[in-house]
Every structure is written in C-alpha cells, then in structure tokens.
C-alpha cells in the first residue's frame, strides 16, 4: 500500500504524478487531513472567540471534513489517471501534530511507503512555517518520498546547469 498525502496544492499534486510513475498499478490510499474548528481555535490561542462560536464551529467542522472529501476525491482521480488503484481517506488532525497524524494512518493501513510533496521552503520561513514533510521524514519508521515542487524542481536544477557550465 501506498500512502499519499494529498491537499490540493500544485505540490500534493506533483507527489501524486511522481508516485503513479513510481508505483503504477498498485494500491494507493490518497490521505487528506483536515483540522477540526476547535482544535485550531486552541491552537492559535483563540480560545475566548470559541465560546461564542460553539454551533458554528459544528458547522465549520461539517464544512471543513466535506472540503477534505472532495480534496481527497479529487487526489484519487489524478492518481487514477497516473496509472495508481487509489481510494480516499480523510482523517481529522488528531491531538498531535498533522506529521503524526500522517504517520498513525500509515500505521493503519500498512503503508509501505508514504509519498508527499513539499514547496521548498528554506531558512526562516521553513523555521516559521514549519514542515511537515521534515517531521515525517524524521520520524517515519518507513521510506518516504518527498517530491519538490515543480518550480522548485526547475529552479535546482537550472542553478545545478549553471554551477556544472561555470
């Protein structure tokens, strides 16, 4: 089984074409995560706002988990045109981070390897930011593929052309 991430971004969806040229014909489970309304309110601090928005949160959350479906739907069929048998699972970030969210589902379905994308970022926006790809490459008990971005991609190797030409 192959677990990929997908999220909708340009570089969840280089990860997908990567991996059907990697892994066609095999099984694929197309994860997408999507986080709670009470979770990201404890999260950011936000607290206070949450009393006041326990319903509509419930709404948020029905909201958020149908827009996950649809994502991940939407991962299944890209990764079935690239040659892959997906289904989709959608899974609510869980207390911890969404790496180990990630890393739990590759748990739950056998995953032999995991398969994601990330947008390069470097310096203090990766500190700021953070990276899930990072934290699941470092504790991952299983391969994982990290595929670039596609302009990433284009821009090492243009600078990789230039070091060997100069």
């Given at each position: ?61 029905a909201a ?100 060997a030409s100069?």
């Amino acid at each position: 089984m192959i677990l990929i991430c997908y999220d909708g971004s340009a570089d969840a969806q280089s990860a997908i074409d990567r991996a059907g040229e990697l892994f066609a014909e095999q099984p694929a489970t197309v994860l997408t995560v999507w986080e709670p309304f009470i979770a990201m309110m404890m999260r950011s601090g936000a607290v206070i706002g949450l009393l006041a928005q326990t319903v509509k949160g419930d709404e948020i959350d029905a909201a958020s988990e149908q827009a996950a479906r649809e994502r991940a739907d939407e991962g299944v069929e890209r990764a079935r045109r690239a040659g892959m048998n997906p289904q989709p699972r959608t899974v609510a970030r869980g207390a911890g981070t969404i790496a180990e969210t990630i890393l739990s589902v590759a748990d739950e379905v056998e995953a032999a390897v995991i398969v994601l994308g990330t947008r390069g970022l470097t310096g203090l926006k990766s500190l700021w930011l953070g990276s899930v790809s990072h934290a699941v490459l470092q504790h991952a008990d299983r391969a994982v593929i990290v595929v670039p971005s596609p302009g990433i991609a284009a821009e090492r190797a243009a600078r990789r052309r230039r070091e060997a030409s100069a």
